[in-house]
């Protein structure tokens, strides 16, 4: 049972572990974004986040402790430079993880990591911000377009249509009225000219 052990041995010695893990954050640094495994990316967390910390600090000790870590000039000048002044207001998680799937060959779990608001991030979201602000003012604008319209009294139209339905009906309703007093009037008619037809004739005196 490893209690109290922190950190992973990945299969490697003390001296081959810390080799591999000043390169890893010296490609972080200078790349901010690699893919490796998921073991050592969850160790190379921890390992960043410190030495970005260190340069936060801008103190001489901080930066000789950072040379332990970090080698090369370009790596250490983006430390205290740009980096320092990226994360001024964050504190700590600097990093994001992304697992990615497997590998081919042997199967190893692999992922991304990265820094947080990276440049090409904060590019991507400026276009992406800009059609929002765009969408937005559209919509106001066509809700406005309705308001006015409806202030306007264009709604009163409907209203109108509504009489007219009312009113078409009460004319249709009266039309049956008339056709059967008109056909009352033609069956009394009728009537009338059967009795006349079926009444038997006088005879003449002179006969």
Do not use: C
Not at 11 to 24: E, I, Q, V, Y
């Amino acid at each position: 049972m490893r209690h109290l052990k922190a950190g992973r041995k990945l299969g490697r010695t003390s001296a081959h572990r810390k080799a591999l893990f000043r390169n890893l954050v010296t490609a972080l640094i200078v790349k901010e974004r690699i893919r490796t495994t998921l073991a050592k990316a969850k160790e190379l967390r921890s390992h960043v986040e410190k030495t970005i910390t260190l340069g936060k600090k801008g103190t001489l000790h901080a930066r000789r402790r950072a040379l332990r870590v970090v080698h090369g000039k370009e790596a250490f000048v983006k430390l205290f430079d740009t980096l320092s002044d990226r994360y001024a207001s964050r504190n700590g998680g600097y990093t994001r993880i992304l697992h990615v799937g497997n590998r081919r060959g042997d199967d190893a779990p692999m992922a991304i990591i990265e820094l947080v608001d990276r440049e090409e991030e904060q590019a991507q979201a400026a276009p992406a911000k800009e059609k929002k602000a765009k969408k937005d003012s559209g919509e106001k604008k066509e809700t406005g377009e309705k308001k006015d319209k409806k202030e306007n009294g264009e709604k009163k139209a409907p209203a109108a249509k509504k009489d007219d339905k009312d009113k078409a009906p009460a004319k249709k309703k009266a039309a049956p009225k008339a056709d059967k007093d008109k056909g009352k009037g033609d069956e009394k008619k009728t009537k009338a000219a059967t009795k006349k037809s079926t009444a038997p004739k006088k005879k003449s005196d002179d006969k």
